[in-house]
């Protein structure tokens, strides 16, 4: 069986506190993670980039995008363009659709960020070209504070007809698989049939506290908003500090 992580923020995101080679230096050497999936809020920039650095940490990378719809996140997967924010659920869907791309619904009900509702997400799946495209649900989101004791979400999950998904919802590296997805095979091609076939299973990790937000998060999310993220310059340095700055000038 293989394990992917395929809700991963970098410094693409505006919380991110992590470089993309910085997140793929932590997966190869930190992790048992076979796949992974770079998943910015509403920009593909760092999935491409772990697209083109992937061989040099040699990981399957799959393509991404936290899309921000109008009735909350969605994951978009396999894609190569981006999605506008700001449209329909159904609407963007039927466009990850158009580039052959596959959806999960982010963490479904979650307080305090842009969630999908079950309501939204049942009668979105009375289509069936959504029902084609949207194919999972995270049944378990390791980045949402407390989260992983919300009993209703993976119990409403079951109740649909989706794969479910463990994802990290990762800003930090050391939350990077604290949620994660088993499939048969261990590859994205092979992912990517587990989850339009139903054969997942979800892996509950660690998952955050109130004590993991002002240990390790808040931190690390401060030095982000002065200008300094966690970066890995070559596949065999070690990870170190650097300005954001210049990491983004870098690419």
Avoid at 48 to 58: G, I, K, V
Avoid at 106 to 121: C, E, Q, R, V, Y
Wanted: charged letters at 20%; one cysteine or more; proline letters at 6%.
């Amino acid at each position: 069986m293989g394990l992917a992580d395929l809700h991963i923020h970098t410094i693409y995101s505006y919380d991110g506190t992590c470089s993309v080679p910085a997140v793929l230096k932590h997966v190869k050497t930190q992790t048992l993670l076979d796949v992974i999936a770079i998943t910015d809020h509403d920009s593909i920039r760092g999935a491409l980039e772990a697209l083109d650095r992937a061989s040099a940490y040699h990981l399957e990378v799959i393509p991404g995008c936290e899309v921000s719809t109008r009735d909350g996140h969605v994951l978009a997967l396999f894609i190569e363009k981006p999605i506008p924010p700001h449209l329909s659920l159904k609407e963007t869907v039927l466009r990850v659709g158009e580039q052959g791309g596959i959806c999960i619904a982010a963490h479904p009900t979650a307080p305090g960020t842009s969630s999908l509702d079950f309501k939204t997400i049942r009668e979105v799946l009375q289509d069936p070209d959504v029902r084609r495209i949207l194919v999972g649900v995270e049944a378990f989101n390791g980045g949402l504070v407390y989260t992983r004791q919300n009993p209703m979400v993976e119990k409403q999950a079951q109740s649909l007809p989706l794969a479910q998904v463990g994802n990290s919802d990762a800003h930090i590296l050391r939350m990077i698989g604290q949620g994660a997805t088993h499939f048969p095979g261990n590859t994205a091609l092979e992912l990517r049939h587990a989850l339009e076939t139903r054969s997942t299973a979800v892996f509950k990790g660690n998952g955050l506290s109130g004590l993991n937000v002002m240990r390790d998060y808040l931190p690390h999310f401060f030095l982000r908003k002065i200008g300094w993220v966690t970066h890995n310059p070559h596949p065999q340095a070690p990870l170190r500090f650097e300005r954001l700055s210049r990491v983004m000038t870098s690419q």
